[in-house]
């Protein structure tokens, strides 16, 4: 089992930036990929980045590359997106997510992963 909880939300006004993190705990030893995905009212939950844990290597959606970066701290077992330039239109709730299977080919999707947090939701004021 591993927990996953998000933190870091809140409002802003465009233009800013903000940084989310997700603190896990639990069997951190099966953890694989950790994603970042954000879902907006009446839409589908999107993905944003992921990050391959312990090895480092990041992976972006193309609509955030050069805005987002996803980042890990192996020490406290907590993976944290830095937002900059926020636009209204990256108003979501923003949900980390763990895959402990291995499904690489799927980091993109949320069908790769198994472990979900409850969310925190980013709003961008124009």
């Known amino acids: 089992q591993v927990q996953l909880v998000e933190s870091g939300g809140g409002l802003v006004a465009a233009g800013d930036s903000l940084r989310v993190s997700c603190a896990v705990s639990?069997?951190?030893?099966?953890?694989?990929?950790m994603g970042w995905f954000r879902q907006a009212p009446g839409k589908e939950r999107d993905f944003l980045a992921a990050?391959?844990?312990?090895?480092?290597?990041?992976y972006y959606a193309d609509s955030v590359k050069g805005r987002f970066t996803i980042s890990g701290d192996y020490a406290k077992n907590t993976v944290y997106l830095q937002m900059n330039s926020l636009k209204p239109e990256d108003t979501a709730a923003y949900y980390c997510a763990a895959d402990t299977r291995g499904r690489y080919n799927s980091r993109r999707t949320v069908d790769g992963y198994d472990y979900w947090g409850q969310g925190t939701q980013v709003t961008v004021s124009s």
């Open positions: 990050i391959s844990w312990g090895a480092g290597i990041v």
């Open positions: 639990g069997r951190t030893f099966n953890l694989y990929t």
